[in-house]
T-cell receptor, first 114, second 113 residues
Framework: NAGVTQTPKFRILKIGQSMTLQCTQD?????MYWYRQDPGMGLKLIYY???????DKGEVPNGYNVSRSTTEDFPLRLELAAPSQTSVYFC?????????????FGSGTRLTVV | DAKTTQPPSMDCAEGRAANLPCNHS???????VYWYRQIHSQGPQYIIH???NNETNEMASLIITEDRKSSTLILPHATLRDTAVYYC??????????????FGGGTRVLVKP
């Protein structure tokens, strides 16, 4: 049981390049989330999904896209990288809507756009 | 979801209890209080949650005031490994909200030898 796995752990992108951050979970969780964390700040929600085929925007969705074709995977796509997207990206999952289902977070992807 | 207010930082001595306060004066009756922590840029880790009763698990205790406008997370015997940023989060558990958590700035806790 690996929990939430994120790849890559580190990446440097040039302005205008594209990439996909991968996130997979093996806990059969319905809910999945993408957060970003800028240095010294709290986490901000980018996108979330309540199940396969269903996604919705969070607080800071501009510049990102997501898809949820399976329960296990929730990739985050950056189409035209900008320096403002330099951040640490965390993927998380949760079993469901009941209050006692906490989040499980991945270890993060550290992205630098130069 | 109700907003929370936490002190930006606090120190505590190793082996002593650490009491982390959180104000949530606008909390609604169906909102839960959650605590997470983040150790040195790792992914946040769930600690505990509660609605109105005090809660305890292997990591910590959560004390919620009777009017539910504030709460305290207690780490009973702080260790150096408890040095982290602690987030107090209030939210409603409902499907329409997608079970989302909104993170504030948290409290940076430094446990000193």
């Amino acid at each position: 049981n690996a929990g939430v796995t994120q790849t890559p752990k580190f990446r440097i992108l040039k302005i205008g390049q594209s990439m996909t951050l991968q996130c997979t979970q093996d806990m059969n969780h319905n809910y999945m989330y993408w957060y970003r964390q800028d240095p010294g700040m709290g986490l901000k929600l980018i996108y979330y999904s309540v199940g396969a085929g269903i996604t919705d925007k969070g607080e800071v969705p501009n510049g990102y896209n997501v898809s949820r074709s399976t329960t296990e995977d929730f990739p985050l796509r950056l189409e035209l990288a900008a320096p403002s997207q330099t951040s640490v990206y965390f993927c998380a999952s949760s079993y469901g809507l009941r209050a006692n289902y906490g989040y499980t977070f991945g270890s993060g992807t550290r992205l630098t756009v130069v | 979801d109700a907003k929370t207010t936490q002190p930006p930082s606090m120190d505590c001595a190793e082996g002593r209890a650490a009491n982390l306060p959180c104000n949530h004066s606008t909390i609604s009756g169906n909102e839960y209080v959650y605590w997470y922590r983040q150790i040195h840029s790792q992914g946040p880790q769930y600690i505990i949650h509660g609605l109105k009763n005090n809660e305890t698990n292997e990591m910590a205790s959560l004390i919620i005031t009777e009017d539910r406008k504030s709460s305290t997370l207690i780490l009973p015997h702080a260790t150096l490994r408890d040095t982290a940023v602690y987030y107090c989060i209030v939210r409603v558990a409902q499907e329409a909200a997608g079970n989302k958590l909104t993170f504030g700035g948290g409290t940076r806790v430094l446990v000193k030898p």
